[in-house]
């Protein structure tokens, strides 16, 4: 409970909690009796230390207070449920339809807990249908292995196999534990582009911290402004178990500060904007192509930068191309303005902010490279270099 702070404001008459707990734990807190001992001149001592006493012992059996929020940044330290967690390929026989493809994404709920989804066709980005997905859930069990249903089919997952049955217990596909890479993880720089971090050299980042093992921290501004780029990142988000939402591995790829690009733990979720790939609080990624926590990935990304007159007055909106993981996911869309918590729009140029939001996810191989003016429309592409294939 060390992490939960309680106030009493007499004044006010309210109790607040911390944003952890649930609505509707902060209705059981407040009650009309509870409420008799914040009033000036009627507080009995003895009677009010037994309510909050009784009230901590009744909110620490729901799961959400009993779970710490840890983020673990390595493999070797984040537990067995991080090797039950991940994506799974293989082929099922789904009800009413022949055996095909068929992914499942198992998504760590903490204390061996799990979600999972299956995906007829495949994994995401590799021909799975994620609008026929189906919703799993369950837990491991003290044998170790991690059952996972519905009223429709069972899943049954050791030492990497899952086996899917039907609500007959009739075995009907099974699939192995795979771990994906994007197509463009380690993509060398070209000639002309300019090298924001390499695992050491951190001269074109201002406030840059790096890692032990040579990985940037999140938080860091680059020294030179944008306007037209391309931009090529790698990174990597915590495994946070007991984490939900905008608190599991929270960062984000903010383009002249003004339009984000949300980094998120978003694997086997619905992909919405304020997820990963999205454009925050704008547009959704067309496909949820977020790979399981402390799995690299890879953002590509094409900027076009909004056109102002000599008054100042935007003439034309700023223009985004994203691949998230070599898949794209938003194909030279129109930013219709900042986004978020994003600067304004102006016709001052801004630096790429890597955004700081507590979470411990970590960078490597970031490089742009500046487009010229005839190059930065929607087919825009880099400068050649001599010799360049």
């Given at each position: ?5 309680f ?16 609505n509707?734990?902060k209705?059981?807190i407040y009650t ?5 001992f ?14 909050v ?18 983020a673990?940044t390595?493999?070797?330290?984040a537990?067995?449920d ?6 799974y ?39 799975g249908n ?7 859930k ?23 196999i ?27 720089a ?8 390499d ?19 999140e ?5 030179e ?13 915590p495994?946070?178990?007991n ?13 002249q ?8 733990d ?16 704008q ?5 949820n ?32 191309t ?8 938003h ?6 303005g900042k986004t978020?918590?994003?600067?304004p ?45």
């Open positions: 409970m060390s992490s939960t702070a106030y009493c404001l007499r004044n006010s008459g309210s109790y607040l909690v911390n944003d952890r707990f649930s509707h734990a209705s059981l009309p009796h509870f409420a008799l914040l009033q000036p001149g009627t507080i009995h001592m003895s009677l009010f230390f037994r309510y006493a009784s009230a901590l012992l009744f909110l620490l059996s729901f799961p959400v207070f009993a779970q710490e929020r840890v673990y390595s493999v070797q330290e537990g067995p991080y090797l039950v967690q991940g994506e390929r293989g082929a099922v026989r789904f009800v009413g339809l022949l055996r095909s493809s068929c992914g499942l994404q198992v998504i760590a709920r903490g204390e061996g807990d799990f979600t999972a989804i299956l995906i007829p066709g495949g994994l995401a980005g590799q021909g994620l609008e026929e997905k189906v919703q799993l369950g837990q491991t069990n003290d044998a170790g292995v991690t059952v996972l249903s519905n009223d429709t089919y069972q899943v049954k997952i050791a030492n990497g899952a086996t899917v049955s039907n609500s007959e217990d009739r075995r009907i596909g099974r699939l192995r534990h795979i771990v994906r890479q994007s197509v463009t993880i380690g993509m060398p070209p000639e002309q582009a300019v090298v924001l971090f695992g050491q050299n951190t001269d074109n980042l201002i406030d840059a911290k790096v890692t032990e093992d040579g990985l940037l921290m938080g860091v501004l680059t020294r402004v944008v306007k037209d780029f391309r931009l090529h990142l790698e990174f990597k988000t495994f946070m178990p984490s939900l939402g905008q608190s599991r591995g929270n960062s984000g790829v903010y383009i500060r003004r339009y984000e690009v949300q980094v998120l978003s694997f086997g979720l619905e992909g919405l904007h304020n997820e990963c790939g999205g454009l925050y609080r547009k959704p990624p067309t496909v192509m977020a790979f399981p926590p402390l799995v690299w990935q890879t953002y590509d990304i094409q900027f076009r930068a909004a056109r102002f007159n000599e008054a100042g007055e935007k003439t034309e909106n700023a223009q985004i994203v691949y998230h993981n070599g898949i794209p996911v194909e030279a869309y129109e930013l219709t978020g918590a994003g600067q729009e102006t016709p001052t140029r801004q630096p790429i902010l890597l955004q700081n939001h507590s979470d411990p996810v970590r960078y490597r191989n970031i490089w742009l490279v500046h487009l010229e003016e005839s190059e930065a429309g929607l087919e825009a592409k880099p400068r050649k270099r001599s010799g360049n294939k």
